[in-house]
């Protein structure tokens, strides 16, 4: 899975086959990169970069925002 996280601190999800570069058409993109679900800790663990709009993961900070926005792990 993918991910851009965008102004405001909003995560966008989307799956494999739609490029960083198509998601993030007119968003103001703060961060971007994969995702996978850990099912032993009830988590999304995020990684890697968007080559396609050169904008990087920031792995620790995503993983925050984007399990708290799925409430995955409490605030």
């Known amino acids: 899975m ?28 703060t961060s971007a990169g994969f995702s996978v679900y850990d099912p032993c800790d009830n988590v999304m663990i995020c990684f890697g970069e968007s080559c396609s709009i050169g904008v990087k993961s920031q792995p620790k900070d995503d993983e925050n925002i984007i399990n708290n926005f799925l409430r995955l792990r409490d605030l």
């Open 2 to 29: 993918k991910y851009i996280i965008v102004e405001n601190k909003l995560p966008i999800l989307f799956p494999d086959d739609i490029s960083h570069k198509q998601m993030a058409r007119g968003l103001n993109v």
